[in-house]
């Protein structure tokens, strides 16, 4: 079975540039978060997928960051316009759900390393 | 301190050694979890353990949480030079909107030296 695969596994851009970061959870998954570890700091949450809907999004940093997941398989997480201080791992985790996905692990992709210069 | 904070930050033994991370939270918890990170690579789950449950085994690890001191241990026995990574503990809340939501701490680095 396929685990949770992120594209691109790297991404250097320019500040002001738009990037694109992508996960495919694994299948059959209906839970689906965004983590960011900014250097030196905790991994952090960022929001939350139930299928295509957003259940919590308290953690994305601000509005340019724009997060969407048609049809409620891949999801893709957008910055625009980048900024420097948006350098980080963008991890991408799903479950199942099982109940309400309480005492369920995750499952985490490789993470998707964004360098903004 | 942070939620989830870990202690100490780095830790460096030799092969055969046990080695202890600790893990500090502040708020009521439905469970917490560590997970261990090779360089460059994802996250993998070690191991979960309820808010009810005090102590927990899986393999060479083995996890400790008093939910009273709000704190955790995990402790791996017979230290291999694989074992060298990042571990990271992180709790799953109680209620809230995002079910499933962790909250990570910074995570201690061991090296384990063959």
Redesign the interface.
Known sequence: EAG?TQFPSHSVIEKGQTVTLRCDPISGHD?L?W?RRVMG?????LL?FVKESK??E?GMPNNRFLAERTGGTYSTLKVQPAELEDSGVY?C?S?QILG????????????TRLTVV | S?Q?EEDPQALSIQEGENATMNCSYKTSI??L?W?RQNSG?????LI?I?SNEREKHSGRLRVTLDTSKKSSSLLITASRAADTASY?C?T?GRG????????????TILTVHP
């Not at chain 1, 700091?41 to 949450?45: G, L, P, R």
């Not at chain 1, 309400?100 to 993470?111: C, H, I, L, S, V």
């Not at chain 2, 690579?41 to 789950?45: E, N, Q, S």
Request: proline fraction near 0%; glycine fraction near 14%; charge should be positive.
């Open positions: 949770v839970n978060y983590y700091k905790e991994i952090k949450f939350h259940q919590d308290s991890f985790a479950s309400q996905a309480m005492n369920t692990e995750a499952f985490f992709g490789q993470g | 942070q989830g439905n469970n979890q997970y690579r994802g996250l993998v789950h979960l309820r990271f992180a799953q809230g909107t995002s079910y499933g939501k962790l909250t990570f701490g910074q995570g």
